[in-house]
């Protein structure tokens, strides 16, 4: 694997041909890097973001224009006045959503790959394939 007597990693020397380290102890791992974590819950956040998008969607598609005249329990009850009195706008739930969901998951893969980089040094160095 090591061709150079110069060492880039604790314990080169001692790896035999063929042999991959465990992730979680070398020294190259992304699993000890804060960015890596970081990207993974953004984009698992993320999916928050598409539900806000998906029920914005779902509310544009329907006849009615408020969704709060739509739910059962206040449909058809006498003296029903819709909270704040405007009309419920459906779109700002799924732009907003959209706008974020895209920004989250883009900045989370960045925040993975960055975290990710000693490892495909690594990689690209010994040419380790998993």
Same mark, same amino acid.
């Given at each position: ?14 790896? /035999? ?20 974590? /970081? ?16 029920? $914005? ?27 704040? $009195? ?10 907003? $959503?959209? /706008? ?7 900045? $989370?893969?960045?925040? /993975? ?18």
């Amino acid at each position: 694997m090591a061709t150079s007597t110069d060492k880039r990693y604790r314990g080169e020397e001692h790896f /035999i041909d063929g042999y991959v380290p465990q992730s979680l102890n070398a020294e190259y791992s992304s699993l000890h890097r804060s960015v890596t974590w /970081i990207g993974a819950g953004m984009w698992l956040a993320s999916l928050a973001a598409w539900g806000c998008f998906i029920f $914005g969607l779902a509310v544009m598609m329907m006849d009615s224009t408020t969704a709060h005249e739509v739910g059962s329990v206040a449909f058809g009850d006498p003296g029903y006045v819709p909270s704040g $009195g405007d009309a419920f706008n459906p779109s700002l739930f799924m732009w907003g $959503g959209l /706008i974020t969901a895209i920004v989250m998951d883009v900045v $989370g893969f960045l925040l /993975i790959v960055a975290g990710r980089k000693q490892f495909l040094a690594y990689r690209r160095e010994f040419g380790v394939r998993h």
